[in-house]
């Protein structure tokens, strides 16, 4: 019955899908990390046919790229902290947490002023004086317009690091901890602020949700389409052999005009 | 001043020179591809001779190469004004010469301008357009660089269109400049990862022709679209793209890092040459300023292969490897392939690395001279030169010395 009212409401237009993700491209910035560590494989694609003498009826490529490249999800055991987490890989996480509300924070006037914007707690709880408490297992979207730049200003690295807006350590520990969030999605590269690793802890968006079981989203894209309370985000990510993330598709189901 | 394309005339399908010759005398294209002068000479007797005998015409001795004299004095000196092959026909007039070589053997010669019969002159060996060793005869210190014929066997820069692959690499700033010093019309440098800083971006910007362009030589789209923008605008290509990851079997991150490093390396060049490969070899007779050279700037570690650069040395000799196959399809268009092996550069990967290093304004330099002297292989630094001679000399004991660290 509730299946069928969506269905219908999705016919409708009462409920509309919008897509959160960025199109999978090569020149699509990755993480960069400094290069003695392993480094991530960028997106590439190349044809294995296209209507010719490799293949003269079909269409094909080969796809590689690293689990954390596009628009992708992170899982518990991406961090150290979420080492021992039980179902802490795609492979094995819940699918019932592939399908959960979602609430956005719109910070994207902050953010058009100051690359190193902070959601702080007092933002949060500003946000929850307005729409009302954070839902338990509810994701929360950080909504910076970050996603409408492009190249080198989507980077937007200096040669001390990535400046792009994130979440501070207390807001992350409050909404975990104090809220029980399921997930927490971004615009930008990392989850983490682009100065993240200075923070206490370092990186504390991957610190507090993967240590807590909880999961990420990144390159998110069209969080000016989602409104701040009342939708749905479907979150699926590859199911890759103990894999810590994967490139997928975000969607979003929406109320309607 | 390059002179633009007429759109209504045919561009010139490349025709070559006679490359037949025997197979002894392809020791003498290795020679002159690295720009020795080194001549025919009798292990018994020690007397020099050319062309290339099978065996020694007085003792029957057998013949190796030897470095000899290059001076020699002309017999006589003929214009050729209607000559009977292809080749030299749409090319003429063309000077040959008979010499008298101070070492011995008389030669027909290429011959420099204002070459007449008495005159001193020194001698060449250079590569002409199917590759093979030809003597040049020229006066000894008269500038070549303006002759027709010194021109056809060499990769002047001047007025042509240069495109450098990796404006990351140590050398490409530097390779920048003294292509504009040698006259280069355009200098287009590819940027991998365009989205990342790039520190030298005002320095290129402030050499004159120079143009950056976004490149990642490790995509199949990257290449292309480029080479659908200025494949057929490229006379020079220099392929500078490398990823120095130092590192043995056992390292971190190991066979993450080789792939990476055979991505650019070996399957950059591959993409790179199936684009701009056939663009380049059908544009070889372009008028006098048509394609004429591809670089592949490569590792000594390609070729000497040391187990603290596993994965970084593999690649380059599977760059190596490829390379061949690119000259062999070059070469149908008169197009040179110059190797450039480099040792260690002055670069952060290399920063533990023994002294002395190559900088990467002798390594620009290096390519610039080799292209202006129509080169195919080019060893820069002492520390390659030395791994290449002992390599010929015992190869078994420097793979014993570099498993031991010893450079």
Redesign the interface.
């Known amino acids: 019955m509730v299946l069928e009212t969506l269905t219908a409401a999705l016919a409708t237009g009462a409920v509309r899908v919008v897509d959160l993700t960025q199109t999978l491209t ?2 699509f ?1 990755t993480i ?1 990390l400094p290069p003695e ?3 991530s ?2 997106v ?4 294995i046919s296209r209507y010719d003498a490799a293949g003269p009826a079909w269409y094909w490529n080969n796809l590689s790229f690293g689990e954390h490249t596009g628009t992708h999800f992170d899982a518990p055991a991406h961090w150290f902290t979420g080492r021992d987490i039980p179902r802490g890989t795609v492979d094995t996480l819940p699918p019932e947490h592939m399908v959960a509300p979602a609430v956005v924070i719109d910070c994207s006037a902050a953010s058009a002023t100051d690359d190193d914007h902070l959601l702080t707690r007092v933002a949060l709880e500003a946000w929850e004086a307005e729409h009302g408490r954070i839902p338990a297992g509810a994701w929360v979207l950080m909504r910076s317009d970050w996603s409408q730049r492009r ?2 200003a ?2 937007n ?3 001390d690091g990535a400046h792009t807006p994130g979440p501070d350590a207390e807001a992350m520990r409050w909404l975990v901890h104090d809220r029980g969030i399921l997930g927490f999605g971004t615009e930008t590269i990392g989850t983490d602020a682009g100065q993240g690793g200075d923070f206490t802890p370092p990186y504390p968006a991957h610190h507090y949700l993967h240590g807590a079981g909880r999961y990420g989203l990144q390159c998110l894209t069209n969080l000016h389409l989602v409104p701040p309370t009342g939708a749905v985000l479907l979150a699926a990510p590859l199911k890759v052999h103990e894999g810590s993330g994967s490139p997928l598709r975000v969607l979003a189901l929406v109320p309607g005009a | 001043m390059r002179i633009k394309k007429n759109p209504v005339l045919r561009t010139r399908r490349p025709l070559l020179p006679p490359g037949a010759r025997s197979r002894a005398a392809h020791l003498l294209a290795a020679a002159a591809g690295q720009g020795r002068f080194d001549l025919p000479c009798c292990t018994g007797c020690g007397r020099f001779a050319w062309p290339m005998p099978e065996l020694c015409a007085a003792c029957l001795s057998e013949v190796a190469l030897k470095p000899a004299p290059t001076g020699a004095t002309v017999i006589s000196a003929t214009t050729a004004e209607v000559p009977a092959d292809s080749y030299f026909r749409e090319r003429a007039p063309w000077r040959v010469g008979l010499v008298q070589m101070d070492c011995g053997p008389q030669a027909v010669v290429h011959l420099g301008p204002d070459c007449a019969p008495g005159d001193k002159v020194a001698l060449s060996l250079m590569l002409d357009r199917a590759g093979q060793a030809v003597l040049f005869a020229a006066k000894k210190g008269q500038a070549m660089t303006a002759d027709p014929q010194w021109h056809e066997m060499t990769a002047n820069p001047r007025d042509r269109r240069v495109l450098i692959t990796d404006a990351r690499h140590v050398a490409a700033l530097p390779l920048a400049c003294a292509l504009a010093k040698a006259g280069a019309a355009a200098i287009l440098v590819g940027v991998p990862e ?4 790039l520190p030298t971006r005002e320095a290129f910007a402030a050499i004159p022709g120079v143009s950056l362009l ?1 490149l ?1 030589v ?5 290449v292309e679209d480029l080479a659908r923008d200025i494949g057929g605008k490229v006379e020079i290509l220099i392929n500078t793209a490398d990823l120095p990851r130092p590192g043995g079997l056992g390292a ?2 190991a066979a ?2 080789a ?2 490093a055979m991505e650019v390396v070996a399957f950059g060049l591959m993409r790179l040459a199936r684009v701009f490969g056939p663009a380049m070899a059908g544009r070889g007779a372009d008028g006098d300023k048509g394609a004429v050279a591809w670089v592949n700037v490569a590792s000594v570690f390609g070729r000497v292969h040391a187990p603290g650069l596993a994965g970084y040395g593999a690649a380059h000799a599977a760059a190596l490897a490829y390379g061949q196959a690119l000259r062999a399809d070059l070469a149908q268009g008169g197009v040179r392939l110059m190797t450039v092996l480099s040792g260690p550069t002055e670069d952060d990967w290399f920063q533990t690395f023994p002294q002395p290093k190559v900088g990467g304004s002798a390594l620009a330099n290096a390519i610039v001279s080799g292209l202006m002297k129509g080169l195919e292989e080019v060893v820069v630094g002492d520390l390659a030169r030395d791994l290449l001679d002992r390599l010929a000399e015992n190869p078994k004991a420097v793979e014993r010395e570099l498993a031991q660290g010893r450079f």
């Open positions: 090569e020149d910035p960069v560590f392993g480094a494989a960028p590439r694609i190349e044809r190249g080198a989507y980077a690295l200096r040669a | 365009d989205w990342k800083p976004p990642d490790i995509s199949d789209r990257s971190p991150a993450a890092e792939r990476q």
